[in-house]
C-alpha cells in the first residue's frame, strides 16, 4: 500500500502516518516527492484497509501497489530518481558517461586512461580492484592497492569512481574508496551482499545479472531500497542468449519497458554487451537514442596488453568517436552530456 499525503501535509502529519504503519508492525519509508509526500509501505503479507490511513490528517488517499516490487517502482515515486555524485547528476536529463579500463592494472595505464577520458568529457572513472572472474586462474584484480590507484585518479582529475564490490568482506574496504559501488552481474541475487548495500551511504549500481528477468532484477533492486538505501542505478549489460557470435546478447528492448516500470536511473553497458571492441560505439549510440541516463564504457590505452576483457576495450581514439557520435545522439534526444 501506498500512502498520499497532501501536497500541503506538515513534517508532523507525515511522522503520524508513518508512526501509524509502524504501529501495525510494518515499516514506512516515506517518499518526499516535487508536489507531495508518499509513504511506501513494507513488511505486510496481505492487503492493508486503506481506511486505516486515510482517516489521519493530512492523508489525501491511500492506494494499494499492483506490483510485486514497491519501493522501486513508478506507482510508489512518479519522479524520476536523480543521483548525485560529485559534480555529476545521474538521471533525470543528462547523459552520464562512465568509462575506464575494465581492471585497474598500473598506476600508468589507469592514470593515463583517466586523464584521456576526463578530457573527451567522461563522467565518472571505471576500473574494477575487486575481478570476479570465470577461472580462478585468470587475474583477480589488485585489491586494495587497486583502490588506491583509483583514488590517486579521482584526486588528479576530479572525477568520481565506480568499481566492483565483490562480497560482503571487501564492502567496508571498497565502500571507503568508492563513489558508486558496483555491483556486478554474477552478484545481482547475491541477498545478503544486497541487504548490506541497503544499510550503507553510497550510490549503488546493480547489473543485470546474466540470465536474469526484469522482475528479477527489479526485486534485486528493492532488496537494496528496502533497507533504506534509494540511490540504485540500474545496469544492463547484455543477457545470456542462444547466440554466441557475440559475448552477450544486449538488450535494448527493456528500456522503455524499465523507465514505465521504475524511477531508477538505467546505465547501458555496451562493452559487456557485446564483448568486441567494433561494437560497442554503435551500441553505446543505440543505447542513447533510446533514452537512457547514462552508458558505462570499457577503455585501455592498448587493449591487446589488457589483463581481462582486452577484445572489448575502446582505444583512446576509438573513445574520442563515441563520445562525439554520442554528443550528436543527445542532442536529437534533447538531452545533454
Ligand atoms: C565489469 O564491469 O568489468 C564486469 C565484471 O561486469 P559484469 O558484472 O557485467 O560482467
Ligand atoms: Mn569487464
Redesign the pocket.
Known sequence: MLILMKSGATSAQIEAACQAVRDLGYTPHPIPGAVRTAIGITGNKGPLTPSLFTRLDGVADAVPVSKPYKLVSREVRPEPTIIEVGNTKIGGGSICVMAGP??VETREQVLSTALHVKAAGAHVL?G?AF??RTSPYEFQGLREDGLKILAEAREKTGMPIIT?VKDTDSLAMVKDYADIL???????QNFSLLERLGEIDKPVML??G?SSTVKEWLMAAEYILSRGNTRVIL?E??IRTFETATR?TLDLGIVPLLRAETHLPIII?P??GCGYAAGVTPLARAAVATGVDGV?V?VHPEPAKAL??GPQAVTFPMFDRLMADLRGIAQVMGQTI
Do not use: F, T, W, Y
Request: proline share 4%; glycine share 10%.
Open positions: 575494465c581492471s571505471r574494477g575481478k570476479p566492483e558496483q555491483v556486478g552481474a554474477r552478484n545481482m547489473k543485470r546474466l545496469c549489460r547484455g552477450n553497458d562493452s559487456h558505462m570499457e581481462s576483457d
